[in-house]
């Protein structure tokens, strides 16, 4: 089945720690995006890629880091830098103006 | 900076009820807009594409209407059921330059009960 497969589902982060959230498309999609959700708050835009080797910082990207190697992969690292990384992660993918979203990672600081 | 807002924040409703989710944008140059679901610690579902030439799209018993000149557009649920419980997400595509960054709405919590 195509679509975005983003792993763990669940991560736990100890203060001072870098972690790496996954973010895997066999939807040969370019362009891909990543987003945090809060609690009473809409998605906001952290990095994005439109194409391989390429990546823009999007509204909130202070503590937050990607790469774009291959087409399929753009993996997101929560560094030490993020304040405040409790939340829930997605990302997605765009083709023909529509996007399509995995079903996330609740990263918890502990 | 383009701002996106959803009322009611919560809607509760009996089975079968028709019933009407609003979206409001502040930039009207927006390239598209897309309403999405959202269960419960989970991802996103696109429900419907509006393209900016267009003023409706429908999909089964949804249908999404956009009018850009008063930055509004409203998601309607014909013949509501328990399984339409969801969070609903409107998010607007400026285009151009900004293509693909989705502004969001933060979401109209829906409970339908039997």
């Known amino acids: 089945d195509g679509g975005i497969t983003q792993s763990p589902k669940y991560l736990f982060r100890k203060e001072g720690q870098n972690v790496t959230l996954s973010c895997e498309q066999n939807?040969?999609?370019?362009?891909m995006y990543w987003y945090r959700q809060d609690p009473g708050q809409g998605l906001r835009l952290i990095y994005y890629?439109?194409?391989?080797?390429?990546?823009q910082k999007g509204d909130i990207a202070e503590g937050y880091s990607v790469s774009r190697e291959k087409k399929e992969s753009f993996p997101l690292t929560v560094t030490s830098a993020q304040k405040n990384p409790t939340a829930f992660y997605l990302c997605?993918?765009?083709?023909?103006?529509?996007?399509?979203f995995g079903q996330g990672t609740r990263l918890t600081v502990v | 900076k383009q701002e996106v807002t959803q009322i009611p924040a919560a809607l509760s409703v009996p089975e079968g009820e028709n019933l009407v989710l609003n979206c409001s944008f502040t930039?009207?140059?927006?390239?598209?807009l897309q309403w999405f679901r959202q269960d419960p610690g989970k991802g996103l579902t696109s429900l419907l594409l509006i393209q900016s030439s267009q003023r409706e799209q429908t999909s089964g018993r949804l249908n999404a209407s956009l009018d850009k000149s008063s930055g509004r557009s409203t998601l309607y649920i014909a013949a509501s059921q328990p399984g339409d419980s969801a969070t609903y997400l409107c998010?607007?595509?400026?285009?151009?330059?900004?293509?693909?960054?989705?502004?969001f709405g933060q979401g109209t919590i829906l409970t339908v009960h039997p």
């Open positions: 998010a607007a595509d400026a285009g151009g330059t900004s293509y693909g960054k989705l502004t």
């Open positions: 939807l040969n999609h370019d362009a």
């Open positions: 930039d009207s140059a927006i390239y598209n």
């Open positions: 997605a993918s765009m083709e023909n103006t529509e996007a399509f």
């Open positions: 890629s439109q194409i391989v080797n390429d990546f």
